[in-house]
Nanobody
């Protein structure tokens, strides 16, 4: 199967930046896109951004558009999330996800593989 391991979370002040990384291993030939979701305390998991491997196609949630940038390194089956201008409402556990679909939607059901998550906390 496919294993996903996230890194890069931490504590940052409002307006600061963090960069998350997620590396896939195992049967990586199965995946064609990688994405980030997040779950804030007391809320459901929500879509953040998606990038299609071997393609420049990216897609963002409105809440992060203009502040976050997703990028992929297809040769390494790795996805990054550069987060700038962070706000307290960005505080959440961030999950990496991978899909066999090239252009999956925003639903968690569209993704086949998940990482265990990395905590991001933004202080006001």
């Amino acid at each position: 199967q496919v294993q996903l391991v996230e890194s890069g979370g931490g504590l940052v002040q409002t307006g600061g930046s963090l960069r998350l990384s997620c590396a896939a291993s195992g049967l990586t030939w199965k995946i064609n896109s990688m994405a980030w979701f997040r779950r804030a305390p007391g809320k459901e998991r929500e879509f953040v951004a998606r990038g299609t491997l071997n393609s420049g196609s990216v897609y963002y949630a409105d809440s992060v558009k203009g502040r976050f940038t997703i990028s992929t390194e297809s040769e390494k089956s790795t996805v990054y999330l550069q987060m700038n201008s962070l706000k307290p409402e960005d505080t959440a556990v961030y999950y990496c996800a991978a899909s066999a679909d090239f252009y999956p939607n925003r639903r968690t059901d569209d993704y086949n593989y998940w990482g265990e998550g990395t905590q991001v906390a933004v202080s006001s």
